[in-house]
């Protein structure tokens, strides 16, 4: 296929644009930087500038970009960056789509499980309404912005990512080294619910999207476990114990507004990825811990 990618060098854009090629696909990368390689195409988001004879041909577009919310304190000028961040590039890109002739390339747009908001031990499937946190603001207006590519009849699959565990960045990224310690330990009260899948199968479930007769929100996660057991499963493959908790007035000092991601509880369900056939590769904690592990 020729797939477009914009998010290339972040965590997930990273392992799927390194498993597309190997895959044998034609990946070409949209930077804002000048062009250097010839897999390169530039563009300017926040200026709405994109040729669109650069999406000519293209089989799909895969939308990654986006400033990462959780490495800066939730300034309100922070907040406006997370936000423009994201609406600007599924904007252009989705208006860039809706200008081609038909057939137009497919748009698989990120998103988060963050719309959904805290909701408890509410079994959370797609067609569940959006809730009212500043992070279901930011899904409802970044989803919202891929509509001239839907009005003009393209297929657009809305990636609504959960909690990715992975080596090397994601959630697990300050909790990691902790845990190799025998520090880590629950996040306040262990009870919140994380949605998780491992960034294997991330880039699976993305590269399953591709071709799938699957439009709209897809909820990317494999299950859903209490924090105290994501936490107890990690620290269980790493032979080491987690007993050392983080109570949730230190991490709502220290993340501010981000803290409602780490604390709030979201029991999101993946029933339209389980719909169109996909199968993890790591469907429980402990498969997905060891492979964890593996990769250290």
Known sequence: MHIVLAGSHGFIGTALRSSLQDAGH?????VRHAVTRP???WWDPAAGRLDPAALHGADAV??????NPGTRPLT?????EVMSSRVDTAG??????ARLDAPRPALLQASGIGAYGDRGDTLLDETEPLGRTFFAEVVRQWEDATRPAQDAGARVVLLRTGVVLGPGGGALRPLWPLLRLGLGGRLGSGRQYWSWITLHDEVRAIEHLLTADVAGPVNLVTRADRNQEVTAALAQALHRPAVVAAPAWALRLV?????SEVLGSVRATPAALTASGFVPAHPDLASAAR???EQQ
């Open 255 to 259: 993340l501010q507004d981000f803290s």
């Open 92 to 97: 252009l890109l989705a208006r860039t789509i």
């Open 39 to 41: 897999e390169e195409i």
């Open 62 to 67: 895969v939308d990654l970009a986006g400033v």
């Open 76 to 80: 309100a000028a922070r907040k406006r």
């Open 291 to 293: 492979w964890l592990v």
């Open 26 to 30: 034609d990946v070409r990368v949209l």
